[in-house]
């Protein structure tokens, strides 16, 4: 039973379009996050939810706009994809926002997103 | 700004072996640290959560220590397997996590 699940697991598709990834968590988790893993393999927090409402806002153009219907769906809506969107987006979840009493964090498989 | 660097960047090992992959912030003001294992094509799994008032944590082979006033922290493996081979991130707590750059191990028969 995956903890983590986001779809799709690729995506392949043209500059200028839009497209949506969907993420759910079945931990029960108060806090979710969206993460960008780009060609280097850098891993860069984009937004973070907390029980809906959104905590964590990167410096993130706004084209990418994450939606949370219910605090264990975090989707991430992407509109007029260009090429350097291209990379691997992680979706993960913790009981916590983090603070003195962090919890541990999981993360889904990834999405490998190609903007041609 | 919290910085988070991974030494070595990679590193290929004999079976058997005992390493130490190491991880340096610049900000000391951290809540806790942990260490991940990136396979290749999946996501992330957490193997290690050090909370800031805590020096270390144990699991299985796996060693990890956190010196918050030189702002280290190292993961130690013990025996090292083939299956041990992956890419190892560490990544300090505050607000939000930030990930270093990760090691890529190499464990071969």
């Known amino acids: 039973d995956t903890a983590v699940s986001q779809t799709p697991k690729y995506l392949v598709t043209q500059m200028g379009n839009d497209k949506s990834i969907k993420c759910e968590q079945n931990l029960g988790h108060d806090t979710m996050y969206w993460y960008k893993q780009d060609s280097k393999k850098f891993l860069k927090i984009m937004f973070s939810?907390?029980?809906?409402?959104?905590?964590i806002n990167e410096t993130v153009p706004n084209r990418f706009s994450p939606k949370s219907p219910d605090k264990a769906h975090l989707n991430l809506h992407i509109n007029s994809l260009e090429l350097g969107d291209s990379a691997v987006y992680f979706c993960?979840?913790?009981?916590?926002?983090?603070?003195?009493?962090?919890?541990?964090?999981?993360f889904g498989e990834g999405s490998w997103l190609t903007v041609v | 700004k919290q910085e988070v660097t991974q030494i070595p960047a990679a590193l290929s090992v004999p079976e058997g072996e005992n390493l130490v992959l190491n991880c340096s912030f610049t900000d000391s003001a951290i809540y806790n640290l942990q260490w991940f294992r990136q396979d290749p094509g999946k996501g992330l799994t957490s193997l290690l959560l050090?909370?800031?008032?805590?020096r270390e944590q144990t699991s299985g082979r796996l060693n990890a220590s956190l010196d918050k006033s030189s702002g280290r922290s190292t993961l130690y493996i013990a025996a090292s397997q083939p299956g041990d081979s992956a890419t190892y991130l560490c990544a300090v707590g505050g607000a939000k996590l930030i990930f270093g750059t990760g090691t890529r191990l190499q464990v071969f028969p």
């Open positions: 050090i909370q800031s008032s805590q």
């Open positions: 993960a979840s913790s009981q916590v926002q983090g603070g003195p009493s962090g919890n541990t964090i999981y």
């Open positions: 939810y907390n029980n809906k409402e959104l905590i």
